[in-house]
């Protein structure tokens, strides 16, 4: 059975980081693209990133140069680092393995002084 759970979600104030994991059982990362997406409150669900098989990484405009997703293939985890965050950054986060359409539960980002 796939498994893909989020974590690393928080309160941070605006300006501050918060990286976000994405542990995953039943499949590999190494050999799937995947991708984050994030969804707030009221909105409409949109891709954040995206990090193919060959390390590929791909960003919606509004957190290039601010987020970074990375891999690490010995722990079969993908990570979304995101620094300088804003409160429009505020939403859950999900795991996606692209082909299979497999989600995690999401983990929940709150940007708020």
């Known amino acids: 059975q796939v498994q893909l759970v989020e974590s690393g979600g928080g309160l941070v104030q605006p300006g501050g980081s918060l990286r976000l994991s994405c542990a995953a059982n039943?499949?590999?990362?190494?050999?799937?693209?995947m991708g984050w997406y994030r969804q707030a409150p009221g909105k409409e669900r949109e891709l954040v990133g995206s990090?193919?098989?060959?390390?590929?990484?791909t960003y919606r405009d509004s957190v290039k140069g601010r987020f970074t997703i990375s891999r690490d293939n010995a722990k079969n985890t993908v990570y979304l680092q995101m620094n300088s965050l804003k409160p429009e950054d505020t939403a859950v986060y999900y795991c996606?393995?692209?082909?299979?359409?497999?989600w995690g539960r999401g983990t929940q980002v709150t940007v708020s002084s």
């Open positions: 996606v393995i692209v082909r299979f359409n497999y």
């Open positions: 039943g499949i590999r990362f190494s050999t799937n693209d």
């Open positions: 990090l193919t098989i060959g390390g590929t990484t």
